[in-house]
């Protein structure tokens, strides 16, 4: 089995080799770089442009998710190819459908993809040959192959899709093994097997590429407004915080503040809350940092006592109505993001819930919204002012009512009263 993930893994590498040289064939004058704005986007993003920039102008973006406001603007610029990495593949169809076979594209991603038959989209992602793109790769390893394909020295970058592939808990498999080594065989990481512990150079010094990838995150999330994804990128190419880090330090500070301030409204006012969500929204207090921070608050929500374990958490914050270096977005928008508490969780396993990869985007979906994500953690957007009939459909869609009849093994009394909770 592990041999046949190999074969087809190969055969990625391959496409993406191939993908890479037919892009120099083309000799671009400019390439838009869209990545993500996690560590992972963030260091695949700095491998392509590493590679990129001896060849052609590099554009870069960073993005949250490819919502349809955005993919408007995107699209709207020049129109030479256009790059997404680390992000894309769970919205092939929206893009197709805003490019209209315009221009040429690329999705360098690792995430659950869409299918899809547009011959203007090229899609490398592990998930295309029924491989795990969650276990066996990341976003900068897939970018680490297709920049070195264009770049001989990338692999003196090598450490970057090491920090990239942090976000993959357990022991690195497929392509994130196989950048490790080359990284190792530059000189530029060391892996400890027996403790499970690899470190990186950064800064002339061999350091976990945790710290790196937290660093990474704070930068081109709490600084999205700001310059931080491109300094994030910079830094990455550079391997070195030098020029960095007061603006890392500014950035913590301000993220620490607006965190003690929402903690405090909570403590006082507590969530809202419906029959199998609770939810809160920050209003304002978020407002100059990128829509990520939401999501980075809900995670740290969870390990609090305020937290239902039984309810879905939900959190809203205010967008800012621009994407960095491309402009306006049409309309009022409003970040939501969800987490499954671990009753909530074992409630998904059980079939008794919907995973809220499914639940969030129907729910926005039904108010003119989108989303995306997986079992235990979504994020979308949606219309301003939409905030409680968002939470109303969540609420309606929870629980799994057929559920019981559909599993093996059900009793009786389970297909009888299909919506008791078996625990
Ligand atoms: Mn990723």
Redesign the pocket.
């Given at each position: 089995m592990r041999g046949d993930v190999e074969v087809k893994l190969q055969a990625l590498v391959k496409e993406i080799e191939k993908a890479a040289k037919r892009l120099l064939e083309k000799r671009p004058e400019e390439v838009l770089l869209i990545h993500?704005d996690?560590a992972?986007?963030v260091t695949?993003g700095a491998l392509l442009k590493y590679a990129l920039s001896d060849v052609c102008k590099v554009r870069t973006v960073c993005l949250e998710k490819t919502y349809p406001q955005a993919i408007e603007v995107i699209q709207e610029i020049g129109d030479g190819p256009i790059i997404y990495a680390?992000l894309g593949s769970p919205h092939l169809s929206l893009i197709s459908k805003v490019n209209k076979g315009r221009r040429e594209i690329l999705v360098l991603?690792?995430?659950d993809m869409e299918p899809l038959e547009d011959p203007t989209i090229t899609v490398l992602n592990p998930e295309v040959y029924g491989v795990d793109g969650g276990v066996y790769a990341?976003?900068?390893s897939l970018a680490y192959f297709f920049s070195k394909s264009i770049k001989p020295s990338t692999p003196s970058l090598a450490h970057l899709a090491v920090i990239?592939s942090v976000?993959i808990p357990g022991e690195p498999k497929g392509l994130n093994m196989e950048v490790l080594n080359e990284a190792i065989k530059a000189g530029v990481a060391t892996y400890d097997k027996a403790r499970g512990k690899r470190s990186v150079t950064w800064d002339g010094r061999s350091v976990s590429p945790e710290s790196i990838s937290t660093k990474l995150n704070i930068l081109a999330s709490v600084g999205y407004y700001g310059e931080g994804p491109q300094k994030a990128v910079d830094a990455c190419i550079k391997s070195s915080w030098i020029g960095v880090e007061g603006y890392l330090k500014q950035l913590e500070q301000e993220r620490k503040k607006a965190y003690s301030s929402v903690m405090a409204k909570l403590h006082q006012e507590g969530f809202r809350k419906a029959k199998h969500v609770q939810w809160f929204h920050v209003e304002d207090a978020f407002y100059n940092m990128g829509v990520k921070v939401i999501g980075t608050f809900c995670s740290y929500l969870m390990h609090q006592r305020l937290v239902d374990e039984d309810k879905v958490l939900v959190g809203f914050m205010n967008m800012r109505p621009d994407i960095p270096g491309i402009g306006k977005l049409k309309g009022d928008l409003v970040k939501v993001s969800a987490r499954a508490p671990r009753r909530v969780v074992s409630m998904i396993e059980l079939g008794a819930m919907e995973p809220l990869s499914k639940l969030l985007p129907k729910a926005a979906e039904k108010v003119g919204g989108f989303g995306d994500g997986h079992a235990a953690a979504a994020s979308g957007v949606i219309p301003k002012g939409r905030e409680r009939d968002f939470i109303s459909f969540m609420d309606e869609y929870a629980k799994k009512e057929r559920v019981k009849e559909e599993r093996r093994g059900a009793t009786l009394m389970d297909f009888l009263s299909p919506k008791k909770v078996k625990q």
């Open positions: 993500h996690d992972d986007g695949a680390d991603d690792h995430h990341c976003g900068a990239g976000e």
